[in-house]
């Protein structure tokens, strides 16, 4: 099994902790993202049409593009998804948010702030951070009442969820106002096999 990925890639972080946490082994093959890499004339043919990380390969010259669809397939069958349709469902609810809700709110402000791609004091990415604070919001009012977010255990959508809600503070966002949502991160990081920091963004993280 393969995994292309771009290490400071918090979408990428999320699969690799699956794959720790549920002790696969695979090769990891470096795609630098900023030297256009992800998208080749291959990459685009044969990974994944959007050109983006990460990508796996379960077995060799089938590829599975999108983090969420990736977590779901590794998943399959393990302690990290339930196999009640109801909570299942609430899996994909929440996996749906992050895309929704998480991801593009404070993974963009996040990648725009460390790369220098929007001063401060740009109109869309302040509408991005407060976009990342409503969505800490609704966290919080769900942790508020739950260990987890699905079935009160551990489950692939907390390791969803876990990647760019606990950057926040590298998007602008801070946490200190979400004392549920800290906690919930303190829960998650005490899970056997975390993977550890996010590795910073490379040097040539600024040439695009
Ligand atoms: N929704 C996708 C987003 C993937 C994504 O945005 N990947 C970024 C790195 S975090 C990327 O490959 N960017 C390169 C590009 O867009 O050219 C997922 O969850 O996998």
Request: net charge neutral; proline share 8%.
């Amino acid at each position: 099994m393969r995994l292309y990925d771009y290490l400071p890639s918090a979408n990428g972080y999320k699969v690799r902790t699956l794959l720790k946490q549920l002790g696969l082994a695979y090769e990891l093959v470096p795609v630098d993202i900023f030297a256009g890499e992800s998208h080749t004339a291959d990459f685009h043919a044969n990974k994944n049409p959007d050109g983006r990380i990460p990508v796996l390969e379960p077995e060799p010259g089938r590829f599975l593009a999108e983090s969420n669809a990736i977590l779901l397939f590794l998943a399959e069958g393990t302690r990290f998804l339930p196999e009640d349709r109801f909570a299942r469902a609430q899996v994909h609810q929440w996996m749906f948010f992050e895309q929704n809700a998480v991801e593009p709110n404070i993974g963009t402000a996040r990648f725009w702030l460390l790369t220098g791609r929007q001063p401060l004091e740009s109109d869309v990415l302040r509408n991005r951070i407060q976009n990342g604070e409503r969505a800490l919001a609704t966290l919080e009012r769900h942790l508020g009442k739950h260990p987890f977010l699905v079935e009160e255990r551990y489950t692939v959508a907390d390791i969803c969820l876990f990647a760019y809600v606990h950057l926040a503070p590298e998007a602008g966002v801070a946490l200190t106002p979400f004392p549920a949502i800290t906690t919930w991160l303190e829960r998650v990081k005490a899970q056997p096999g975390f993977l550890g920091p996010v590795p910073p963004y490379s040097a040539n993280a600024h040439v695009r």
